[in-house]
T-cell receptor, first 111, second 116 residues
Framework: GEDVEQSLFLSVREGDSSVINCTYT??????LYWYKQEPGAGLQLLTY?????DMKQDQRLTVLLNKKDKHLSLRIADTQTGDSAIYFC???????????FGKGTRLSVIA | GAVVSQHPSRVICKSGTSVKIECRSL??????MFWYRQFPKQSLMLMAT?????????EQGVEKDKFLINHASLTLSTLTVTSAHPEDSSFYIC????????????FGPGTRLLVL
């Protein structure tokens, strides 16, 4: 079945690294995504990783994919107060079906 | 720049009235659009899949007569909340699915509906 799980809350100090974890269940997922939602706004595509990759780095963001364990993580280096938001993990199971989203992790950055 | 726009961004209405929310795809021809509702505890709930030129597909538990969806063109889908009640107050977000290359979804900025 389709289910994406992630912890609901994470609190870190400004300047530290944040690691947001996610597990998914569909081994046929082609792409996995991280979306960011700031208060009162829609979801913004932050980064993604193709299923045949195990790591992707984009400036302060590092995505790690462990396909064997169906585990995806998002690391934010040097976390800033502007990174405070809800982060959604999502997987694509192909076709014209919608992405399957986790419930979101609310990241709070303490100054 | 924005890929998807929504209008209005915020609406307050009286109980019993109907509210129409527009979702426009700015950069893509979207044969498929999705409508979500987001609850205060943050999770997204997929309400329906809007297909251009045909009837929308509703998720289980979503009343199609309550939430009317019209996808008349490749760039516009509308969601009408009919006879709105306070429990319909929520944040409604539309999304388009892209294909060919990176398959992903782009989201609109959302519409905050408050029913008094």
């Amino acid at each position: 079945g389709e289910d994406v799980e992630q912890s609901l809350f994470l609190s870190v100090r400004e300047g530290d690294s944040s690691v947001i974890n996610c597990t998914y269940t569909d081994s046929s997922s082609t792409y996995l995504y991280w979306y960011k939602q700031e208060p009162g706004a829609g979801l913004q595509l932050l980064t993604y990783i193709f299923s045949n990759m195990d790591m992707k780095q984009d400036q302060r963001l590092t995505v790690l994919l462990n396909k064997k364990d169906k585990h995806l993580s998002l690391r934010i280096a040097d976390t800033q107060t502007g990174d405070s938001a809800i982060y959604f993990c999502a997987e694509s199971i192909g076709g014209n079906t919608p992405l399957v989203f986790g419930k979101g992790t609310r990241l709070s950055v303490i100054a | 720049g924005a890929v998807v726009s929504q209008h209005p961004s915020r609406v307050i209405c009286k109980s019993g009235t109907s509210v129409k929310i527009e979702c426009r795809s700015l950069d893509f021809q979207a044969t498929t659009m999705f409508w979500y509702r987001q609850f205060p505890k943050q999770s997204l709930m997929l309400m329906a899949t809007s297909n251009e030129g045909s009837k929308a597909t509703y998720e289980q538990g979503v009343e199609k007569d309550k939430f009317l969806i019209n996808h008349a063109s490749l760039t516009l889908s509308t969601l009408t909340v009919t006879s709105a009640h306070p429990e319909d107050s929520s944040f409604y977000i539309c999304s388009i699915r892209t294909s060919g290359g990176l398959e992903t979804q782009y989201f609109g900025p959302g519409t905050r509906l408050l029913v008094l």
